[in-house]
């Protein structure tokens, strides 16, 4: 029975799990902790926590499960600090997008018969936009939450329970568990989140270069052009350290969208055209 | 008083206009024509038109507005035929998502005192797939309709008169009507409507290569991944004529994507990738 959980990080994926867990009938405690304090006060205010916690550290200590939902080098570092001080009677479990450095800090720092056990998570699910305030009950709901366990992992019974006891609760808040191996991960989310990120960004700031001075022509673009740049509003803060993190697999899916655009360049009056519409055709049927 | 409107092509768009006027109450009669007899049946099923024609010629002779809502070279082709047959009591329009060469083509063929007005409108509306059973009544609500009219043409007195009727019904039917010249609206429409089209194709056919042989992984994806590829599905048929047409300007935009994308890939480690979202941030804040 977990009684009681640690949310380090209230911004929009942290106060949506506090939401989901409460609209899945969690009835343990929910502590809460924030870097900004407006962010901690908000999620309690929307009964997304039940309290806030002076730290991180002490939020953990005092819990059975620690959430860290915050960016990727924060969750490293957060990982650093917790490991020594929790004990196999813990576990501590996070949402970052990118998956092999922390596998990897998790081998290293944690998941031993003697130390708090570590699940690395990564819910597929978001919104352009972040903060407490646009947290929602359902954002997990039909979304895929993937696992990278690593099988060599020697953990304790109550570290194991612990970790099933989780993956229990994201099935409850209406998530698709799915496990994957770290390394694997990263290459995958390259082309399925990575691609279409950095693609919607870059679309939207050259659009913003040549007609950004008249807004009117956002109008005439219509849904199309609404659904292809509505990801260009989605932050530096979360995007920068998975542009780190998975550097050279981004970059390799960059390189190849590029060299598929000129294609399409070249061959806008050549029966290529036909080819890489029924190609992409293809995608969207199966 | 309009009481007889030919619509030149039942798929998506001629089917949704017929319905559109009839929902915004136009009580004269509509005859379809369509080359595919499956289209005009399945129009008239739905009531998006009132009978169907025997060839396009015939029925928009008995017609004072002719909709060509065909491809664009169709259009034009369907354009030398009209201008052969109609004297200046009709009207034809047209819905074709080029117009420099539509424009040019009713300068040489229409629009003196003499012979029938052409009034060149582009609808930005659609789905990403066709067919007179995906038909909408509503499909223009909120959507901006594109003239191309050129100043220099003279018109009858009854051709300007039917030419404001065919604006007054485009507004009912909950279009904004928007004038513009037609090389600047190929110009435009490259940007804001090509560009992201070309780029979902890309997109799609790329990750068919990459990812296709494992559909679960466009679960994975999410809503990002399904909004930044849905116009993979728009068909060659429609996308040829475009890219045919509107070759300079798709090239320029295209080629400018890739030059984007290229410094993002070259920059994921520094912080110029900030200045990139920033950018793109403020594209879908203004």
Redesign the interface.
Known sequence: MIERIAILGTGLLGTSVGLALRAAGFRGSIVGWNRGPEGAQQALAMHAIDSIAGNPIEAAHTCQITLLAVPIYPTLDLMEQLSAVLGPEHLVTDVGSTKAQITAAATRLFNTPERAAFLPGHP???K?RGGAELGDANLFRG??W?FTDDPAWQRSTTAASLAASWRELVSAVGA?V?DIDSVRHDE??A???H??????????????????YA????????R??R??????????SM??DI??TN?VA??R??????Q??????EN??TPE??E???????????
């Open positions: 597929m699910a978001g352009e979304a895929v993937l698709r799915i995958m989310v082309w399925v989140s691609l279409p990120q950095f693609t919607a960004t870059a679309l939207s700031a050259l659009l913003e270069d040549e007609v950004g807004p009117e022509l956002k109008d005439v673009g219509g199309a052009l659904e292809m740049t509505r990801l260009g509003a989605s932050p530096y995007w920068r542009a780190s550097t981004v970059e899916a960059l390189m190849k969208l590029e598929r655009l000129a294609h399409i360049r806008l009056r055209l036909r890489e519409f029924e190609r992409a055709n293809k995608f969207r049927r199966d």
